[in-house]
T-cell receptor, first 113, second 115 residues
Framework: GAGVSQSPRYKVAKRGQDVALRCDPI?????LFWYQQALGQGPEFLTY????????KSGLPSDRFFAERPEGSVSTLKIQRTQQEDSAVYLC???????????FGPGTRLTVL | GENVEQHPSTLSVQEGDSAVIKCTYS??????FPWYKQELGKGPQLIID?????GEKKDQRIAVTLNKTAKHFSLHITETQPEDSAVYFC??????????????FGAGTRLAVHP
């Protein structure tokens, strides 16, 4: 079956632009996570959704970062007024329950010039 | 909060040898420890995981051990093959009651298996 998909796979933005990154989780998965992976580092947690409820957003680096999952399936991570330090791979993961394996998508590589 | 340290950062072995990667964690409340393999341009893929009520788990050439007292866990790959070459990440599950809601990752180990 289809895994987690993310779009776009690559995004180049000029500093100050807004970007929106999309995640399509595995169908039926109630839990959805966003992680940020800097070059040569491990993924770092950004935020967590259970269905449409955002239960944890402790990892969002600033108020320029905003995530939503309005219908409990597709999620969008929005970054406003992008900065060079936002350049990273943004990974989305989903799982079938609160305590289950997380399946990762291929990520979106964001480059801010 | 939880902190996970991973060693070594790079590991080079000959095909057929064993590879061992070690991780330590700080939060004794963590109870889930997955290992992920990440190939270039792809997302992390779970290869094995262990929960805190188990000391060891094996799946073919891959095994993981957990020492809760010392707060460390290790990945063992036997009979390595060139296709095992990738970056490996350990992680610890930290979250609310009844489970976890986020993973704290180590910095990764780049494994190279030479034919």
């Amino acid at each position: 079956g289809a895994g987690v998909s993310q779009s776009p796979r690559y995004k180049v933005a000029k500093r100050g632009q807004d970007v929106a990154l999309r995640c399509d989780p595995i169908s039926g998965h109630v839990s959805l996570f966003w992680y940020q992976q800097a070059l040569g580092q491990g993924p770092e947690f950004l935020t967590y959704f259970q269905n449409e409820a955002q239960l944890d957003k402790s990892g969002l680096p600033s108020d320029r970062f905003f995530a939503e999952r309005p219908e409990g399936s597709v999620s969008t991570l929005k970054i406003q007024r992008t900065q060079q330090e936002d350049s990273a791979v943004y990974l989305c993961a989903s799982s079938s329950g609160f305590d289950n394996e997380q399946f990762f998508g291929p990520g979106t590589r964001l480059t801010v010039l | 909060g939880e902190n996970v340290e991973q060693h070594p950062s790079t590991l080079s072995v000959q095909e057929g040898d064993s590879a061992v990667i070690k991780c330590t964690y700080s939060d004794s409340a963590s109870n889930y420890f997955p290992w992920y393999k990440q190939e270039l341009g792809k997302g992390p893929q779970l290869i094995i995981d262990i929960r805190s009520n188990v000391g060891e788990k094996k799946d073919q050439r891959i095994a993981v051990t957990l020492n809760k007292t010392a707060k460390h866990f290790s990945l063992h790959i036997t009979e390595t093959q060139p296709e095992d070459s990738a970056v490996y990440f350990c992680a610890a599950g930290e979250g609310g009651s009844g489970g976890y809601n986020k993973l704290i990752f180590g910095a990764g180990t780049r494994l190279a298996v030479h034919p």
